[in-house]
């Protein structure tokens, strides 16, 4: 029962790692419709951005938000220079793009800082969670930021009126022209929040799995099952469901013997296509009915 | 303004359709497009003859990467489901050819079509659960597959068959591909025109099938399911045929690698290759099978194009004297080597800039512009 | 009296379709116009091409400013609203957010907007009982209502209507046209009204204009169009 | 097909000069595939050392007038592509031979055919054991001591100190966890089922290994056997240590790098690991005025500014790349294949800077394995401190 | 042409009723199409006529009621087993298959007449060459039949409007139908357009013996065209008959241009 417990608190510290992907996934699928394959290279990026402010001598609280709001703007760029000349451009040619641009940041972060692991500091601070054995402080500090960025997230759509404009864009573009909403502006807006929630994800992951260029690989996907699995328009969904993903792994990874061992990420997949196939729209997702 | 203005805009005289009957469809021999493929297929006939073994080795391998664009293109290009899975079905028939030629001391060659069999059974019975998937989230499952695929390969209950981590060593007596019927051939050589051959015929039967029946019942429903329906095609029996058919080809494609490389390993699969082979369709155009060869050479060249930069760029440097600023020995060309993430970045980029649908939409943008102006 | 709206030989197409032919009309200022015309004549269209939603070409002024080049955003920035076809309802959002992304291209002033929306509920009582259900659970006359209360909420110099009556039972359709009378009266805004059902737009408006095919083929006084024989003809087909 | 014309007349280009530079001395061309690109770019630095090292061998005329020509190219750890740069190399650019390849699934996509070929397939960067067979590959040698020596040297550790151990193991899901898994087994001996209470494989794709911590810890293990790779290794150290997790902890010599591993870890909770080395650890103040790590620093500060002077990948670079220009020189001028893989399998008691003192080279037509010693050594919050003898399967 | 007193109804349309969520869209909605006759189906927007054209091609299913097709319920097939009873429908705007070419749209509608397999497909096998030609046989007239042999090669997307309803009908009409479901026609076309358009049903029926259901917001076509005019407006159907006693009928007038006529 100790190990049950303990498993399932260590799935939801690793899960808080992936939540806070998902939620990065969701902002930038509610702004294009679309999986972005290089969030995770960008968050990356964004860590060691960080990173090299506070090898350069700036105290975290200074690096940190500097480094989101590089990121932000860093963001908004990638869709105005990148992805508004194609924006004519069929979809696939689109995830083309996604896989440039995993391939430019993974390399070039490498070139600039070589591929052996940093370690980076929690803001946090180290060892246990008020003396407990099973959450350490700085897993206890990235769940409250979860939490505290996706309250701030339903604020920001739920009460500013960029927020409204934006949700008004994603859900109808045409009409958010009409109501004189500039919906490219949204868009790129929609780059640069994701980018910057990227940002926020990667410094809170790097302490637990150390920075390096390939760091969010895995984690990615991972952000990704997170994110289907709660529900790809709602990002509350894609919190819960991060959670979920992370808890499911370990239980996986834990009970079910070697197989489990061996195939806990494949067994993790497995479910979430099983519940895609059951519930399309995800666990908490909204289904969008069509008329013909 | 109160008096009513008529103003009448319709044209006078009607003319109804005259009845003309139409020509059935004209199948000429000498169109440009088959004078075309019988210049490419001349050039790949040759290739042995003007060149050495490590380039006749390279195009077999392109020729193995074109019949797995063509494979994930019979999918995506002409039945619209995505698919970043592909690596799966490539694996399958990489081992069933190696676990058979090892295990079974069954003939290479008849593991080819069987290999495809084999990927054709597992590519049906995943499109069952993929049928009630569209769009982000089959892809999004498709790319699940390519993930977990290495990791099933390696799993210790199979290991007898699959050699587990280490993967199987083939042809371990011969070390070479046996060359059959007597043959006094070079094993690389005949290599080539074996999977030219498999490349020719599953092109031949790709096309084929494309343009029967069921190729057009394929595309009626990437173009328009809810019309597709109503023309009586069924959809599920459909999208499955061309998953099916779609892993056939490419299983195909991974038993050949199996013989051209003689090595299988859950690291020759990772996700990273069916990525690989997304983007070789797109680079070959989304759709047009006849881009499979351009697909096979962007898959094959682009990765290691990094490795050219520093003649390229030595070039330059000798042409607008600033050779001086260089570093010297292999330096430059180690600093391009470790950019090459962000070359081939830079290029897919540029590329899909000049050519948002690949290049068969560049070439018939091309073609169709010729056309204008020469009529 | 002066024009507000001043459209000159508009041409617009879809793609390879051409679906308005070398059009011209008016809309004057704190008057009602209609555009009357079977379905697929391109009355939509011309509201479209207006706003910029196709591709056009030809003379669009709006009060003495040329907006032919204009992006949609900037034309409803100055001051044209356009209420579209199927109404165009964001319906994941709710009615009082509906009513705020009306005012978006206004400036950020929270008690005005505050009050136009009182306003809104006003000339509107329904609106006020849902405004915190989500759009798309309203029915199709409480959402056309809130497509004309969110058009309003630019307080625009020109509403563009495009067939406020779709699919709405006769009595609600009855009352949206006494509402929008009295807007027009109240208000002073100028509207261009796309309309299927004839006698009610007649009814609302000061003057009308025919199209067939993407071309104006009559145009006058609500009055005088009224009483011809061509517009009998053209919708129901003697 | 354009490219390729230019690329083959570049070649044609590069062959021109290098005939004209003939009058002078032989070039030897070396090939190398390494991953830099890809999730094992890491490794990268194990071939940028070696380039480097090359370049400096010609400007000190290591081999007198003869120069090298070293031609690294990136496989990003895929054996397709592995063997597809590899026949590039033997058949393109016709190297003599290629050296320090990097990682064992790669390289045993290519053992068949450099044998078959008959090119020198040497050194490689990879601890596997089956470099090291002569009777059934006579062209292709290791260079490392392979990794089931090393886990057999720990299993006999615990056997003679801590027989009562129960012992929990987290090991890459590979042939080199595998490996070492395998060696350390045999080290145990009869007891290795009674010993070991609990055994996790991971996947490269994991991002964490802090679940089989957790479980290790309630399984009741009171030894660690970390078989990890740098990444996982240090997450593995981390988190035994944030749970207050105690065992006697065995580390694989792939991560015992200070700078690379234990100081991002935590040198608080690296205490007392014990692990076993070859080569000198970079910052280990021990070394600092050694002669021979003092040559390193300035060939490193002039040849490779960039590389990472704490990292052991650098030390490792330079100490393989040491042996093959004894290779070479020995070679004498005829760098034919015949005789630079004999030269290859008559290396006597060579010593290579960097390695510890005390620990020698030795190969022999039937003796394929060049380093086979290696001594224990255990953390001490700041360095490694080596106990014990030098212990060496050769000497057994 | 009219006949009112056919010998049995091609379709038979037994109180049809069709509810999304709360919304009636069809209330009990009952008529028969005779053989051999060419019947408006008209209404104001929102009247419920795509509805009950959506119930026929079976890409809905009605809360209520019957629909039966030579005396036989067709409820319980599936859509894409419709074309193969015969029935043949267009799309209100275009439902092309846009990247194909016309010959290629028009053969994907001889779909349901064919039964070739994968298989045999891409070894084209001898018989499916016979089938084959077939298909070709009958797409070739109907590309002339409705002059559309000067751009039969040519990708239908990129085609004016005006002639992708035609490939539209020459598909619809590849499958051999009994009856074609023509919904909207007109809608889109210019004026000499909508002439040819009024020629050529007049064409299907007479020359290729289809019966035809023209769903139309054209008026001018719809009364010049059909034998008989059913009248739809909000779900129900207030009137049936000849067009000269449709027009007349004050319901129909009121429900067009408003009460004030």
Same mark, same amino acid.
């Given at each position: 029962m100790e190990l049950f417990l303990q498993q399932v608190v260590s799935g939801i510290s690793t899960g808080a790692i992936y939540a806070c992907m998902a939620l990065a996934v969701v902002m930038i699928y509610q702004a294009i419709h679309h999986l972005n394959f290089a969030q995770g290279e960008m968050a990356m990026f964004s860590t060691y951005i960080a990173w090299q402010l506070m090898a350069w001598g700036l105290p975290w609280g200074l690096a940190l938000p500097l480094a989101v709001i590089l990121s932000f703007f860093g963001g908004f760029a990638i869709e105005r220079i990148v992805f508004k000349p194609i924006q004519n451009a069929p979809v696939l040619s689109h995830i083309v793009i996604f896989i440039a641009l995993f391939s430019i940041f993974n390399s070039l972060a490498g070139f600039i800082w070589d591929f052996t692991i940093k370690s980076v500091a929690s803001p946090f601070g180290e060892g246990p969670f008020m003396g407990s054995t099973l959450l350490g402080k700085h897993q206890a500090g990235m769940i409250a930021v979860t939490l505290v960025m996706l309250a701030m997230l339903w604020a920001f759509f739920q009460f500013t009126r960029v927020g409204l404009a934006m949700r008004a864009a994603a859900a109808n573009p045409e009409s958010a022209r009409l109501v004189g909403i500039r919906v490219e502006t949204m868009t790129a807006l929609g780059w640069g929040m994701a980018s910057a929630i990227g940002a926020v994800a990667g410094i809170l992951i790097a302490p637990v799995v150390f920075l390096e260029p390939n760091m969010m690989l895995s984690i990615l996907l991972y952000g990704f099952a997170g994110a289907v699995l709660g529900g790809l328009t709602n990002p509350l969904g894609a919190v819960v469901g991060g959670f979920l993903v992370g808890i499911i792994e370990n239980l996986a990874g834990t009970y079910l013997g070697d197989v489990g061992a061996e195939l806990k990420l494949s067994i993790a997949l497995a479910l979430i296509i099983v519940v895609l196939v059951m519930k399309p729209e995800g666990l908490f997702g909204r289904k969008i009915v069509q008329r013909v | 303004m109160t008096d009513i203005a008529h103003t009448d805009h319709r044209n006078p005289g009607l003319t109804a359709p005259a009845y003309r009957p139409a020509d059935a469809p004209r199948r000429r021999l000498l169109s440009g497009g088959n004078i075309v493929t019988l210049l490419v297929l001349a050039l790949l006939i040759s290739i042995p003859i003007y060149s050495k073994g490590f380039f006749v080795f390279q195009m077999t391998q392109m020729l193995v990467y074109a019949i797995a664009v063509l494979g994930l293109n019979l999918l995506t290009g002409i039945n619209g489901q995505f698919s970043l899975g592909h690596s799966a079905f490539y694996a399958i028939g990489a081992y069933t050819c190696a676990i058979l030629v090892e295990l079974g001391g069954v003939n290479y060659m008849l593991t080819i079509p069987i290999a495809g069999i084999v990927a054709f059974g597992f590519g049906f019975l995943f499109a069952f659960p993929a049928l009630r998937l569209e769009g982000l989230y089959l892809a999004l499952a498709t790319f699940a597959l390519a993930v977990a695929t290495p990791q099933l390969l390696k799993l210790h209950a199979i290991e007898q068959w699959t050699g587990g981590v280490q993967g199987i060593v083939m042809f371990q007596d011969t070390f070479d591909v046996p060359v059959p019927f007597g043959l006094d051939m070079d094993p690389g050589v005949w290599t080539f025109y074996l999977t030219l051959f498999v490349f020719a015929v599953v092109y031949v039967l790709a096309m084929a099938l494309v343009k029967s029946r069921t190729g057009r019942a394929m595309m009626a429903i990437r173009d328009n399911p809810i019309a597709a329906r109503s023309m009586g095609i069924s959809l599920p029996y459909y999208k499955a045929t061309a998953f099916g058919v779609s892993a056939l080809v490419t299983g195909i494609a991974g038993a050949l690698n199996a013989i051209v490389i003689k090595f299988v390993a859950p690291d020759s699969f990772t996700f990273f290759f069916a990525i690989l082979i997304l983007v070789g369709m797109v680079i070959g155009g989304v759709g047009w099978l006849q881009g499979c060869l351009i697909g096979g050479l962007a898959m094959l060249y682009l990765p290691n194009i990094a490795e050219i930069f520093d003649n390229v760029v030595l070039w330059f440097a000798g042409l607008f004297g600033f050779a001086d600023l260089l570093p010297s020995g292999n330096a430059l060309q180690q600093q391009f080597i470790r950019l090459s993430g962000v070359i081939y970045g830079v290029i897919l980029v540029l590329f899909i800039y000049v050519a948002p649908s690949g290049a068969g939409g560049l070439i018939r943008a091309i073609v169709s512009r010729v056309k204008r102006l020469t009529s | 009296m002066s024009a507000l709206l001043k459209v000159e030989n508009l041409t617009a197409s879809y793609g390879e379709l051409q679906v308005l032919r070398d059009m011209s009309f008016e809309v004057e200022q704190g008057g009602v116009t209609t555009l009357l015309g079977a379905n697929g004549a391109g009355k939509t269209t011309t509201l479209r091409a207006i706003c910029g939603m196709v591709r056009r070409s030809g003379r669009i002024v709006l009060d003495g400013q040329d907006i032919s080049r204009r992006a949609t955003e900037d034309i409803v920035r100055l001051g044209v609203a356009h209420v579209p076809d199927g109404r165009g309802t964001f319906t994941t959002l709710t009615t009082e957010e509906n009513l705020h992304l009306g005012a978006m291209a206004r400036p950020n002033n929270k008690a005005e907007i505050e009050a136009d929306i009182q306003k809104c509920f006003e000339f509107f009582p329904r609106l006020k009982e849902r405004r915190n259900q989500q759009a798309g659970t309203l029915s199709g006359g409480e959402q056309q209502m809130l497509a004309i209360a969110r058009a309003l909420m630019l307080r625009p110099k020109l509403m563009l209507l495009d067939e406020p009556s779709f699919g709405l039972a006769p009595l609600i359709t009855r009352q949206i046209f006494d509402i929008l009378a009295d807007l027009t009266k109240e208000t002073g805004t100028s509207m261009l009204v796309v309309e299927q059902n004839a006698s009610l737009a007649l009814e609302l408006a000061d003057h009308a204009y025919l199209i067939e095919t993407g071309s104006i083929v009559m145009s006058g006084s609500s009055a005088a169009v009224r009483e011809d024989e061509s517009v009998r003809a053209s919708y129901l087909g003697y | 097909m354009e490219l390729m014309r230019t690329k083959l007349m570049a070649a044609c280009a590069v062959l021109a000069i290098s005939t004209t530079a003939a009058a002078a001395g032989t070039t030897v061309k070396i090939g190398s595939t390494n991953a830099y690109s890809g999730p094992a770019s890491a490794y990268g630095q194990i071939g940028q050392t070696s380039a480097a090292c090359f370049n400096w061998a010609n400007d000190n005329k290591i081999l007198g007038e003869d120069t090298i020509e070293f031609i690294p190219l990136d496989d990003g750890y895929s054996p397709p592509k592995t063997v597809e740069q590899t026949r590039k190399l033997v058949e393109r650019d016709e190297v003599v031979l290629t050296f320090q390849q990097l990682g064992t699934p790669t390289n045993s996509a290519i053992h068949k055919y450099m044998n078959a070929k008959k090119v020198p397939h040497l050194f490689l960067a990879t601890g596997a054991s089956k470099w090291g067979d002569p009777e059934n590959f006579p062209w292709t040698m290791g260079w490392q001591p392979p990794y089931p020596t090393e886990g057999e040297i720990y299993g006999k550790y615990l056997i003679a100190n801590k027989p009562d151990a129960k012992v929990a193991i987290l090991y890459q899901n590979d042939d080199y966890g595998k490996d070492y898994l395998n060696g350390f087994k045999k080290g145990l001996g009869d007891k290795a089922d009674e010993m070991i209470v609990a055994e996790t494989p991971y996947e490269v794709a994991d991002p964490t290994v802090d679940s089989a911590i957790i479980s290790f810890k309630s399984s009741g293990a009171d030894t660690f056997f970390n078989i990890a790779t740098p990444k996982f290794a240090a997450q593995a150290i981390r988190k035994a240590d944030e749970i207050g997790w105690k065992p006697l902890h065995f580390l694989n010599s792939v991560s015992n790098s200070v700078g690379a591993v234990l100081k991002p870890a935590g040198l608080e909770a690296s205490q007392d690991i014990i692990s076993s080395g070859y080569l000198m650890d970079p910052t280990d103040p021990e070394w600092q005025d050694h002669p021979e790590f003092k040559d390193w620093l300035a060939f490193m500060d002039k040849y490779y500014p960039d590389g990472d002077k704490t990292s052991s990948f650098t030390v490792l670079g330079w100490a393989s790349c040491q042996t093959m220009l004894d290779v070479l020189k020995r070679a004498e001028g005829d760098y034919s294949r015949d005789n630079i893989m004999e030269k290859a399998a008559s290396i006597h008691e060579l010593r290579v800077p960097l390695l510890l003192p005390g620990i020698l080279i030795d190969t022999s037509p039937t003796d394929y394995y060049p380093i086979e010693a290696e001594q224990l050594m255990r953390f001490t919050g700041e360095g490694w401190e080596r106990f014990g003898d030098i212990i060496s399967a050769e000497s057994e | 042409m009219l006949i009112t007193d056919g010998p049995t109804p091609v379709i038979s349309i037994q109180d049809i009723t069709v509810q999304f969520g709360g919304i009636v869209a069809l209330d009990a909605v009952e008529f028969d199409i005779r053989e051999g006759e060419i019947l408006g189906l008209i209404g104001p927007n929102g009247a419920g006529k795509t509805t009950l054209f959506n119930c026929l091609s079976r890409l809905y299913t009605p809360t209520d009621g019957d629909i039966a097709f030579l005396g036989n319920s067709i409820l319980g097939l599936p859509a894409n087993k419709i074309a193969g009873l015969g029935i043949g429908r267009t799309f209100q705007n275009v439902a092309c298959f846009a990247n194909l070419s016309v010959r290629d749209n028009v053969r994907i509608g001889a779909h349901s007449d064919s039964r070739s397999d994968p298989l045999s497909d891409a070894l084209r096998l001898p018989w499916v060459r016979r089938e084959e030609q077939k298909i070709d046989a009958v797409t070739a007239d109907l590309l002339g039949w409705l002059d559309l042999g000067d751009v039969a090669? $040519? =990708?239908? /997307? /990129? $085609? =004016?409007f005006g002639t992708q309803k035609r490939v539209e009908l020459a598909r619809a009409l590849a499958s051999d139908p009994k009856l074609l479901l023509l919904d909207e026609p007109a809608c889109g076309l210019n004026h000499d357009e909508v002439q040819e358009l009024e020629t050529i049903i007049r064409r299907i029926r007479d020359e290729r013996g289809v019966t035809v259901l023209l769903v139309e917001h054209h008026m001018s076509l719809v009364m010049s065209v059909s034998d008989r005019v059913v009248v739809l407006n909000f779900g129900r159907k207030i009137a049936e008959g000849t067009p000269e006693e449709v027009q007349k009928n004050p319901d129909v007038v009121a429900a067009y241009l408003g009460d004030g006529h």
């Amino acid at each position: 029962m100790e190990l049950f417990l303990q498993q399932v608190v260590s799935g939801i510290s690793t899960g808080a790692i992936y939540a806070c992907m998902a939620l990065a996934v969701v902002m930038i699928y509610q702004a294009i419709h679309h999986l972005n394959f290089a969030q995770g290279e960008m968050a990356m990026f964004s860590t060691y951005i960080a990173w090299q402010l506070m090898a350069w001598g700036l105290p975290w609280g200074l690096a940190l938000p500097l480094a989101v709001i590089l990121s932000f703007f860093g963001g908004f760029a990638i869709e105005r220079i990148v992805f508004k000349p194609i924006q004519n451009a069929p979809v696939l040619s689109h995830i083309v793009i996604f896989i440039a641009l995993f391939s430019i940041f993974n390399s070039l972060a490498g070139f600039i800082w070589d591929f052996t692991i940093k370690s980076v500091a929690s803001p946090f601070g180290e060892g246990p969670f008020m003396g407990s054995t099973l959450l350490g402080k700085h897993q206890a500090g990235m769940i409250a930021v979860t939490l505290v960025m996706l309250a701030m997230l339903w604020a920001f759509f739920q009460f500013t009126r960029v927020g409204l404009a934006m949700r008004a864009a994603a859900a109808n573009p045409e009409s958010a022209r009409l109501v004189g909403i500039r919906v490219e502006t949204m868009t790129a807006l929609g780059w640069g929040m994701a980018s910057a929630i990227g940002a926020v994800a990667g410094i809170l992951i790097a302490p637990v799995v150390f920075l390096e260029p390939n760091m969010m690989l895995s984690i990615l996907l991972y952000g990704f099952a997170g994110a289907v699995l709660g529900g790809l328009t709602n990002p509350l969904g894609a919190v819960v469901g991060g959670f979920l993903v992370g808890i499911i792994e370990n239980l996986a990874g834990t009970y079910l013997g070697d197989v489990g061992a061996e195939l806990k990420l494949s067994i993790a997949l497995a479910l979430i296509i099983v519940v895609l196939v059951m519930k399309p729209e995800g666990l908490f997702g909204r289904k969008i009915v069509q008329r013909v | 303004m109160t008096d009513i203005a008529h103003t009448d805009h319709r044209n006078p005289g009607l003319t109804a359709p005259a009845y003309r009957p139409a020509d059935a469809p004209r199948r000429r021999l000498l169109s440009g497009g088959n004078i075309v493929t019988l210049l490419v297929l001349a050039l790949l006939i040759s290739i042995p003859i003007y060149s050495k073994g490590f380039f006749v080795f390279q195009m077999t391998q392109m020729l193995v990467y074109a019949i797995a664009v063509l494979g994930l293109n019979l999918l995506t290009g002409i039945n619209g489901q995505f698919s970043l899975g592909h690596s799966a079905f490539y694996a399958i028939g990489a081992y069933t050819c190696a676990i058979l030629v090892e295990l079974g001391g069954v003939n290479y060659m008849l593991t080819i079509p069987i290999a495809g069999i084999v990927a054709f059974g597992f590519g049906f019975l995943f499109a069952f659960p993929a049928l009630r998937l569209e769009g982000l989230y089959l892809a999004l499952a498709t790319f699940a597959l390519a993930v977990a695929t290495p990791q099933l390969l390696k799993l210790h209950a199979i290991e007898q068959w699959t050699g587990g981590v280490q993967g199987i060593v083939m042809f371990q007596d011969t070390f070479d591909v046996p060359v059959p019927f007597g043959l006094d051939m070079d094993p690389g050589v005949w290599t080539f025109y074996l999977t030219l051959f498999v490349f020719a015929v599953v092109y031949v039967l790709a096309m084929a099938l494309v343009k029967s029946r069921t190729g057009r019942a394929m595309m009626a429903i990437r173009d328009n399911p809810i019309a597709a329906r109503s023309m009586g095609i069924s959809l599920p029996y459909y999208k499955a045929t061309a998953f099916g058919v779609s892993a056939l080809v490419t299983g195909i494609a991974g038993a050949l690698n199996a013989i051209v490389i003689k090595f299988v390993a859950p690291d020759s699969f990772t996700f990273f290759f069916a990525i690989l082979i997304l983007v070789g369709m797109v680079i070959g155009g989304v759709g047009w099978l006849q881009g499979c060869l351009i697909g096979g050479l962007a898959m094959l060249y682009l990765p290691n194009i990094a490795e050219i930069f520093d003649n390229v760029v030595l070039w330059f440097a000798g042409l607008f004297g600033f050779a001086d600023l260089l570093p010297s020995g292999n330096a430059l060309q180690q600093q391009f080597i470790r950019l090459s993430g962000v070359i081939y970045g830079v290029i897919l980029v540029l590329f899909i800039y000049v050519a948002p649908s690949g290049a068969g939409g560049l070439i018939r943008a091309i073609v169709s512009r010729v056309k204008r102006l020469t009529s | 009296m002066s024009a507000l709206l001043k459209v000159e030989n508009l041409t617009a197409s879809y793609g390879e379709l051409q679906v308005l032919r070398d059009m011209s009309f008016e809309v004057e200022q704190g008057g009602v116009t209609t555009l009357l015309g079977a379905n697929g004549a391109g009355k939509t269209t011309t509201l479209r091409a207006i706003c910029g939603m196709v591709r056009r070409s030809g003379r669009i002024v709006l009060d003495g400013q040329d907006i032919s080049r204009r992006a949609t955003e900037d034309i409803v920035r100055l001051g044209v609203a356009h209420v579209p076809d199927g109404r165009g309802t964001f319906t994941t959002l709710t009615t009082e957010e509906n009513l705020h992304l009306g005012a978006m291209a206004r400036p950020n002033n929270k008690a005005e907007i505050e009050a136009d929306i009182q306003k809104c509920f006003e000339f509107f009582p329904r609106l006020k009982e849902r405004r915190n259900q989500q759009a798309g659970t309203l029915s199709g006359g409480e959402q056309q209502m809130l497509a004309i209360a969110r058009a309003l909420m630019l307080r625009p110099k020109l509403m563009l209507l495009d067939e406020p009556s779709f699919g709405l039972a006769p009595l609600i359709t009855r009352q949206i046209f006494d509402i929008l009378a009295d807007l027009t009266k109240e208000t002073g805004t100028s509207m261009l009204v796309v309309e299927q059902n004839a006698s009610l737009a007649l009814e609302l408006a000061d003057h009308a204009y025919l199209i067939e095919t993407g071309s104006i083929v009559m145009s006058g006084s609500s009055a005088a169009v009224r009483e011809d024989e061509s517009v009998r003809a053209s919708y129901l087909g003697y | 097909m354009e490219l390729m014309r230019t690329k083959l007349m570049a070649a044609c280009a590069v062959l021109a000069i290098s005939t004209t530079a003939a009058a002078a001395g032989t070039t030897v061309k070396i090939g190398s595939t390494n991953a830099y690109s890809g999730p094992a770019s890491a490794y990268g630095q194990i071939g940028q050392t070696s380039a480097a090292c090359f370049n400096w061998a010609n400007d000190n005329k290591i081999l007198g007038e003869d120069t090298i020509e070293f031609i690294p190219l990136d496989d990003g750890y895929s054996p397709p592509k592995t063997v597809e740069q590899t026949r590039k190399l033997v058949e393109r650019d016709e190297v003599v031979l290629t050296f320090q390849q990097l990682g064992t699934p790669t390289n045993s996509a290519i053992h068949k055919y450099m044998n078959a070929k008959k090119v020198p397939h040497l050194f490689l960067a990879t601890g596997a054991s089956k470099w090291g067979d002569p009777e059934n590959f006579p062209w292709t040698m290791g260079w490392q001591p392979p990794y089931p020596t090393e886990g057999e040297i720990y299993g006999k550790y615990l056997i003679a100190n801590k027989p009562d151990a129960k012992v929990a193991i987290l090991y890459q899901n590979d042939d080199y966890g595998k490996d070492y898994l395998n060696g350390f087994k045999k080290g145990l001996g009869d007891k290795a089922d009674e010993m070991i209470v609990a055994e996790t494989p991971y996947e490269v794709a994991d991002p964490t290994v802090d679940s089989a911590i957790i479980s290790f810890k309630s399984s009741g293990a009171d030894t660690f056997f970390n078989i990890a790779t740098p990444k996982f290794a240090a997450q593995a150290i981390r988190k035994a240590d944030e749970i207050g997790w105690k065992p006697l902890h065995f580390l694989n010599s792939v991560s015992n790098s200070v700078g690379a591993v234990l100081k991002p870890a935590g040198l608080e909770a690296s205490q007392d690991i014990i692990s076993s080395g070859y080569l000198m650890d970079p910052t280990d103040p021990e070394w600092q005025d050694h002669p021979e790590f003092k040559d390193w620093l300035a060939f490193m500060d002039k040849y490779y500014p960039d590389g990472d002077k704490t990292s052991s990948f650098t030390v490792l670079g330079w100490a393989s790349c040491q042996t093959m220009l004894d290779v070479l020189k020995r070679a004498e001028g005829d760098y034919s294949r015949d005789n630079i893989m004999e030269k290859a399998a008559s290396i006597h008691e060579l010593r290579v800077p960097l390695l510890l003192p005390g620990i020698l080279i030795d190969t022999s037509p039937t003796d394929y394995y060049p380093i086979e010693a290696e001594q224990l050594m255990r953390f001490t919050g700041e360095g490694w401190e080596r106990f014990g003898d030098i212990i060496s399967a050769e000497s057994e | 042409m009219l006949i009112t007193d056919g010998p049995t109804p091609v379709i038979s349309i037994q109180d049809i009723t069709v509810q999304f969520g709360g919304i009636v869209a069809l209330d009990a909605v009952e008529f028969d199409i005779r053989e051999g006759e060419i019947l408006g189906l008209i209404g104001p927007n929102g009247a419920g006529k795509t509805t009950l054209f959506n119930c026929l091609s079976r890409l809905y299913t009605p809360t209520d009621g019957d629909i039966a097709f030579l005396g036989n319920s067709i409820l319980g097939l599936p859509a894409n087993k419709i074309a193969g009873l015969g029935i043949g429908r267009t799309f209100q705007n275009v439902a092309c298959f846009a990247n194909l070419s016309v010959r290629d749209n028009v053969r994907i509608g001889a779909h349901s007449d064919s039964r070739s397999d994968p298989l045999s497909d891409a070894l084209r096998l001898p018989w499916v060459r016979r089938e084959e030609q077939k298909i070709d046989a009958v797409t070739a007239d109907l590309l002339g039949w409705l002059d559309l042999g000067d751009v039969a090669e $040519l =990708p239908v /997307g /990129g $085609l =004016p409007f005006g002639t992708q309803k035609r490939v539209e009908l020459a598909r619809a009409l590849a499958s051999d139908p009994k009856l074609l479901l023509l919904d909207e026609p007109a809608c889109g076309l210019n004026h000499d357009e909508v002439q040819e358009l009024e020629t050529i049903i007049r064409r299907i029926r007479d020359e290729r013996g289809v019966t035809v259901l023209l769903v139309e917001h054209h008026m001018s076509l719809v009364m010049s065209v059909s034998d008989r005019v059913v009248v739809l407006n909000f779900g129900r159907k207030i009137a049936e008959g000849t067009p000269e006693e449709v027009q007349k009928n004050p319901d129909v007038v009121a429900a067009y241009l408003g009460d004030g006529h």
